[in-house]
């Protein structure tokens, strides 16, 4: 039995299996911290908050990435990995203290796409960062 674990099919469909529990897991979170609900916003078309999802996404996934590529087991995996997503919301609230001249959450809200944009690019970019340091 212990050989069907050390398969590698098997080791690569745990390591997807848990990247998606914890990629759905930090998207509640971020649902949580923003002012708006990001499904309900995407489901009417909202594009800045569409981009910003999507980035919050790309990012998760690429810490996950190195996460997995960088530690040989699930549970260094899991642990880099939420190191990485609690990087990537403190980012988040930096973001949004370093514009004081508007919120954020309700830019983004309104549609703004050019700050959807940014809240794009900053969370994939910061992933990079963060993800090389895993």
Same mark, same amino acid.
């Given at each position: =039995?212990?050989?069907?674990?050390?398969? +590698?099919?098997?080791?690569?469909?745990?390591?997807?299996?848990?990247?998606?529990?914890?990629?759905? @897991?930090? @998207?509640? %979170?971020? +649902? @949580?911290v923003t002012a708006y609900k990001n499904?309900? +916003? &995407?489901?009417?078309?909202?594009?800045?908050?569409?981009? $910003?999802t999507g980035g919050k996404i790309l990012? &998760?996934?690429? %810490?996950?990435?190195?996460? &997995?590529?960088?530690?040989?087991? @699930?549970?260094? =995996?899991?642990?880099?990995?939420?190191?990485?997503?609690? =990087?990537?919301? &403190?980012?988040?609230? #930096?973001?949004?203290?370093?514009?004081?001249?508007?919120?954020?959450?309700?830019?983004i809200e309104n549609d703004n796409r050019?700050?959807?944009? #940014?809240?794009?690019? #900053?969370?994939?970019?910061?992933?990079?960062?963060?993800? $090389?340091?895993?």
């Amino acid at each position: =039995m212990s050989d069907f674990w050390e398969n +590698e099919l098997v080791e690569i469909a745990a390591y997807y299996s848990v990247a998606v529990l914890c990629l759905v @897991l930090f @998207l509640t %979170v971020f +649902e @949580l911290v923003t002012a708006y609900k990001n499904w309900e +916003e &995407i489901q009417k078309g909202n594009l800045a908050v569409a981009m $910003a999802t999507g980035g919050k996404i790309l990012g &998760i996934a690429n %810490v996950f990435q190195h996460s &997995i590529s960088q530690h040989n087991s @699930l549970l260094q =995996m899991i642990g880099w990995g939420v190191y990485g997503f609690v =990087m990537l919301l &403190i980012s988040y609230f #930096i973001f949004e203290f370093l514009t004081p001249r508007f919120k954020i959450d309700q830019e983004i809200e309104n549609d703004n796409r050019a700050v959807g944009f #940014i809240s794009f690019v #900053i969370s994939v970019g910061l992933s990079f960062v963060v993800a $090389a340091g895993i």
